[in-house]
T-cell receptor
Framework: QKEVEQDPGPLSVPEGAIVSLNCTYS??????FMWYRQYSRKGPELLMY????GNKEDGRFTAQVDKSSKYISLFIRDSQPSDSATYLC????????????FGAGTRLAVHP | GAVVSQHPSWVICKSGTSVKIECRSL??????MFWYRQFPKQSLMLMAT?????????EQGVEKDKFLINHASLTLSTLTVTSAHPEDSSFYIC???????????????FGPGTRLTVL
């Protein structure tokens, strides 16, 4: 079993839809959770990060962490064609530096 | 924000030759950089962790004699693919460890990647 599971999609939605992207994980020691967006043939860019459980909002993006269920989500409101990309979740343990563990990435297509 | 650059953005080489990829932190000093490999429609695979002034730490299964990493300064790390073969063709991405302001933790900022094609 992988430490981080993420549905690769593709996920296709119409412009303006609310998008829900999710990851599950097995290691209860993970404390830091991040979402990256990667456009085709580009490096990933950091969208949001959260520590432990809770919600965090930034513009049209909301990240949620439910540690009791080992489940994290990224919501995109009012999705735009420019949001079409692959979204990668990543997480790591606390205490010193530990490497990031990435999900497989979900490909999202927002069509006009 | 922190900017990481990579050079070249793409390279085509003949089998048996060596290729060097540079990763630079443009507006900050990076004591730790990472090198990843990514196959089409797959996630990032960490190859090695590069610390300035010391030897890189390679992940299990990554040949350190084939993928030479040098982190000679606080703004530059290089990955050299030695005696490249077609199976080394891939997308190579570097990242730099960056402290998140006010967060008490750090994350990674990624370069744009280098597409290597070995003929």
């Amino acid at each position: 079993q992988k430490e981080v599971e993420q549905d690769p999609g593709p996920l296709s939605v119409p412009e303006g839809a609310i998008v829900s992207l999710n990851c599950t994980y097995s290691n209860s020691a993970f404390q830091y959770f991040m979402w990256y967006r990667q456009y085709s043939r580009k490096g990933p860019e950091l969208l949001m990060y959260t520590y432990s459980s809770g919600n965090k909002e930034d513009g049209r993006f909301t990240a949620q962490v439910d540690k009791s269920s080992k489940y994290i989500s990224l919501f995109i409101r009012d999705s735009q064609p420019s949001d079409s990309a692959t979204y990668l979740c990543a997480m790591r343990r606390d205490g010193g530096y530990n490497k990031l563990i990435f999900g497989a990435g979900t490909r999202l297509a927002v069509h006009p | 924000g922190a900017v990481v650059s990579q050079h070249p953005s793409w390279v085509i080489c003949k089998s048996g030759t060596s290729v060097k990829i540079e990763c630079r932190s443009l507006d900050f000093q990076a004591t730790t950089m990472f090198w990843y490999r990514q196959f089409p429609k797959q996630s990032l695979m960490l190859m090695a962790t590069s610390n300035e002034g010391s030897k890189a730490t390679y992940e299990q299964g990554v040949e350190k004699d084939k993928f030479l990493i040098n982190h000679a300064s606080l703004t530059l790390s290089t990955l050299t693919v030695t005696s490249a073969h077609p199976e080394d063709s891939s997308f190579y991405i570097c990242s730099a460890r960056v402290q998140l302001a006010g967060a008490g933790t750090d994350t990674q900022y990624f370069g744009p990647g280098t597409r290597l094609t070995v003929l």
